[in-house]
């Protein structure tokens, strides 16, 4: 059962409830209909978490990740029914919330299967799937709102989208070695670790240019006051992904710098509710 949990990562949901609140707010919806609906991207994180760590039980031996690699047979029976639990549940809910909600829980159900069994074949494009279904508290709700979000919310959308593809690819050169023993094509397996460094570092600079957009491109009607404060945030959560991304540069392959940057690379993504809602502050 603790396994389970454990890979289950049940500490992301109230991030998930957070990010979809602040980006309905901003975007004028539902926000009762949409906190319900955070359940259904929750369920489906812990799902996809649950079949990726199902899945790579021979790279984690590898790269000793502590997942599922050493669990009896009953703890991934029960870690394959939770699992399954999670998605249909999330199917359920997204079916009551409407057709908009049935059919982004039904892309992203099909996709973070095909995530671990098919996608992780390829070399780049796993990186930027698990970044896009990663962002789903940000985009879907936009997606769902009948204004469709405001400009500022898309730049933030494509912000995080490069920024975690950024961090999808570092944290491939930290498992690098356990996804070459499992045959994962990654661009640290097929490139080298600096390569994939140079590229993971390139993208978070990259990341941080629609980030500043977006900012820039506020609402009119957003106060000085809040426009302050969304400001400082902003340059909380830069330097929470800059400082730790050149430690990395630096420091080359270094296992060290590289959970310290995936850590606050959290809680930088931790921060982006606060930023939402001072983006949408009225004067």
């Known amino acids: 059962m603790a396994a389970t949990l454990r890979s289950a990562r049940l500490y992301f949901w109230p991030i998930i409830l957070a990010n979809v609140v602040a980006m309905t707010i901003g975007a004028g919806g539902d926000v009762r209909r949409m906190a319900w609906f955070s359940l259904v991207l929750s369920s489906q994180a812990s799902f996809g978490f649950l079949v990726n760590d199902l899945c790579d039980r021979r790279i984690d031996r590898v790269n000793r990740a502590g997942h599922f690699e050493h669990s009896p047979r009953p703890t991934l029976i029960l870690a394959r029914v939770t699992a399954s639990v999670l998605c249909v549940g999330s199917l359920a809910l997204a079916w ?57 919310q898309w730049w933030l959308v494509a912000a995080v989208v490069v920024l975690l593809t950024a961090r999808e690819m570092l944290m491939d050169v930290r498992d690098r070695r356990g996804d070459a023993a499992g045959g994962r094509k990654t661009l640290a397996t097929q490139r080298g670790a600096r390569a994939a460094i140079r590229v993971g570092v390139g993208l978070t600079a990259t990341g941080l240019v629609p980030f500043c957009v977006a900012v820039l491109v506020r609402p009119s009607t957003v106060s000085p006051t809040s426009t302050a404060a969304a400001a400082a945030v902003a340059t909380v959560i830069a330097l929470l992904l800059v400082i730790p991304a050149w430690s990395i540069l630096s420091r080359a392959a270094d296992g060290t710098a590289i959970r310290s940057y995936v850590l606050r690379s959290r809680l930088a993504m931790a921060l982006l509710p606060v930023l939402s809602l001072l983006l949408s502050s009225p004067v």
């Open 96 to 152: 009551a919330l409407g057709p908009g909600a049935w059919m982004i829980a039904v892309s992203l159900a099909i996709g973070l299967a095909a995530y671990s069994r098919v996608l992780r074949r390829a070399e780049v494009l796993p990186n930027v799937a698990g970044a896009v279904f990663a962002s789903a508290p940000l985009w879907a709700p936009l997606v769902l709102a009948l204004s469709g979000g405001a400009r500022w």
